[in-house]
């Protein structure tokens, strides 16, 4: 127990200087949500980024899910990043994007071992980490299907940014069943906000569920924005912490 409130408090910590709304190695989610009392930890340990002649390192990424009391889960976020090259001063740490938002399992469906879509939703607050930073808001409506050949995940969401834009977010993630304990995976999303700004973005990866709890992931992602081409890899794991309540071996993943 001390184990988890030590690992809780530094994560927290974590978190709150510096993002993700996501579900590894993605942008968008599942609706799924964590057992009462289960932790999940999604750390991205490696993510190279490269915008332009921009270039830098996200280290770590970190995502917290808490499980909560009716079908809901508490979802802590936010990333540091560090520019190599470009027009920032290279090696000049920040913290970016740290947000925390409360997701909600409306039906179960073929994720939670019934028939039918499941389906959720998410909403959160962006959080300012540096003066002068702006705080903004969302919601986004998950649908997900799973099958034999494996699952789909369809993501919309409404944002008020951080510079005061509104928003909209469409994505779908794509998993293979893959072979063993290793799955293809990919997706797609666009993102346009009132301003004219925008993005396309495509990724492709595969994860390696380790055992039970941990998977491990690594994804190539190429987007396009008005101004420039973007590519990442990113390199992370997911850890799933049962409740002291579960009899079953440690580390069950809630998403597998």
């Known amino acids: 127990m001390k184990v988890k409130v030590c690992i809780v408090v530094a994560?927290?910590?974590a978190v709150w200087l510096v993002p993700a709304h996501a579900y590894r190695p993605f942008d968008g989610t599942d609706a799924d949500v964590l057992d009462q009392g289960d932790m999940e930890l999604?750390?991205?340990?490696?993510?190279?980024?490269?915008?332009?002649?921009?270039?830098s390192l996200e280290t770590p990424v970190a995502v917290?899910?808490?499980?909560?009391l009716g079908k809901r889960e508490l979802v802590f976020e936010g990333r540091i990043r560090t520019p190599l090259s470009g027009?920032?001063?290279p090696h000049q740490t920040r913290f970016r994007d740290a947000a925390i938002s409360l997701k909600q399992l409306h039906r179960e469906g073929s994720l939670q071992e019934s028939s039918g879509p499941s389906i959720a939703s998410e909403c959160g607050l962006f959080l300012p980490v540096l003066s002068g930073d702006r705080t903004g808001?969302?919601?986004a409506v998950i649908v997900s299907e799973r099958g034999v050949a494996g699952a789909v995940h369809f993501n919309g969401a409404l944002n008020k940014n951080r510079e005061g834009n509104w928003e909209g977010f469409l994505g779908t993630i794509v998993e293979g069943s893959g072979w063993g304990a290793i799955r293809p995976v990919g997706e797609v999303f666009a993102v346009r906000d009132s301003a004219g700004r925008h993005i396309e973005s495509a990724l492709a990866g595969m994860v390696w569920t380790a055992r039970k709890g941990l998977a491990l992931d690594v994804a190539l992602r190429k987007a396009r924005t008005e101004e420039h081409c973007v590519s990442e890899i990113r390199i992370g794991l997911t850890w799933t912490i049962p409740a002291a309540r579960s009899s079953g071996p440690a580390g069950?993943?809630?998403?597998?």
Do not use: I, K
């Open 11 to 13: 994560v927290v910590g």
């Open 64 to 68: 917290m899910n808490l499980g909560l």
């Open 137 to 139: 808001a969302g919601c």
């Open 252 to 256: 069950t993943n809630a998403r597998e």
């Open 87 to 89: 027009d920032a001063e």
């Open 42 to 55: 999604e750390l991205g340990y490696l993510h190279y980024l490269r915008e332009g002649s921009q270039r």
